[in-house]
């Protein structure tokens, strides 16, 4: 991710400090001082002064910055007449209206070379900033009053935005029988060519598309994804995995497009029912993997050609899109170094 996290402790402490850059967080932010615990070179440390200036000191040197308290629309103009006279960075603190305020801003700046960073109250409100208006502020000044916050921050930040997507070459496609499946509804549309990574074994998985295209008999639903069997593995926002039988309404799943462009959403309800199924393998090199599917026609995998292929018309010999995983293990859902056997 390009954007900054930059944390306010309430108070500094060294252990904050240790544990922060232990998490890649190597911002801090004081109010006009420089603490002795934060002497520290690998930092880089924002200071804000009382006129409403801020010295942002790094190894490169100081850069000088300000801070502009918007309360009425008219306070825009600040930050305006702060960019003519040649600010980069605006520092942007909207108190208790965030949202409404912060779109406006990003709006008026889009065209602009300047970046905009934001007040956060409590690390809730992070992820909201960053996708104002989908664009989001550059960066977001996040109070912290506990060392353990610091963690919960950093995973905000550690979420996937890439991942590389090939061409597996499909190998045997079979009728298994009954079993339960698992349809996963979004609070997100999601847009053609993105599904979520699905598998059998947490070393292989497939790209299933999104429900958004429809059939004679069925409305388009682009928040859906047909997943597959209960036991399937899917790749969580964060990089884990959990099986399709313990999604819940509330968490965060990732979805990819077919040329890798990764993003969270969160899904809003799951439900597992009892379908025919089908088992599709597939191979890229020597990595071999299989999923479970629903057999029917608006399961759709995505082609070589960036095509959308029902699961009923899936033939040996053609191509899909998949995501091979360096890490062969899991242990809970986390990537692990390990000796495993899957099939």
């Known amino acids: 991710m390009d954007k900054q996290v930059i944390i306010y402790p309430e108070e500094v402490s060294r252990e904050l400090v240790q544990t922060a850059v232990t998490y890649g967080i190597r911002n801090i932010y004081a109010k006009n001082q420089l603490p002795e615990e934060l002497s520290i070179e690998q930092l880089n440390l924002y200071i804000e002064e009382p006129t409403g200036q801020i010295k942002i000191a790094s190894r490169e040197g100081v850069e000088e910055s300000i801070k502009i308290i918007v309360k009425e629309p008219e306070d825009i103009e600040k930050i305006l007449s702060a ?3 040649g600010y980069r960075k605006i520092f942007v603190d909207t108190y208790s209206w965030k949202i409404i305020p912060l779109e406006n801003i990003v709006a008026e700046l889009q065209k602009m070379d300047v970046k905009l960073y934001a007040y956060g109250s409590n690390v809730e409100e992070v992820e909201s900033l960053l996708n104002v208006l989908e664009k989001g502020v550059d960066g977001v000044v ?6 353990d916050e610091i963690g919960r ?10 991942l590389d997507i090939l061409d597996g070459e499909v190998t045997e496609v079979e009728n298994i029988g009954v079993g339960d499946r698992a349809c996963v509804d979004t609070v997100s549309i999601l847009d053609p060519g993105e599904g979520m990574l699905v598998g059998n074994f947490s070393r292989f998985f497939f790209l ?3 429900e958004g295209t429809g059939s004679p ?3 388009p639903r682009p928040f859906r994804v047909n997943a597959g069997a209960v036991h399937c593995y899917v790749m969580m926002a964060d990089g884990t995995t959990k099986y399709l039988s313990e999604l819940s309404a509330g968490m965060r799943v990732l979805v990819t497009t077919l040329r890798g462009r990764a993003r969270p959403v969160t899904i809003g309800r799951v439900k597992i029912e009892r379908r025919p199924l089908k088992i599709v393998r597939a191979r890229v090199g020597e990595a071999e993997g299989s999923v479970i599917l629903q057999d029917a026609e608006t399961i759709r995998l995505v082609s070589k050609d960036g095509e959308q292929i029902s699961v009923t018309e899936l033939n040996p010999g053609e191509k899909v ?5 360096e890490q062969k293990a899991r242990h809970f859902g986390k990537a692990v ?3 495993i056997i899957e099939r």
């Open 142 to 147: 996040v109070k912290i009053k506990k060392t």
């Open 321 to 325: 899109k998949v995501h091979v995983s």
């Open 208 to 210: 299933i598309h999104n």
């Open 83 to 85: 960019v003519e006279k």
């Open 337 to 339: 170094e390990e000796f």
């Open 153 to 162: 921050l950093a995973e905000i930040f550690k979420q996937i935005r890439f």
């Open 217 to 219: 008999f069925t409305s």
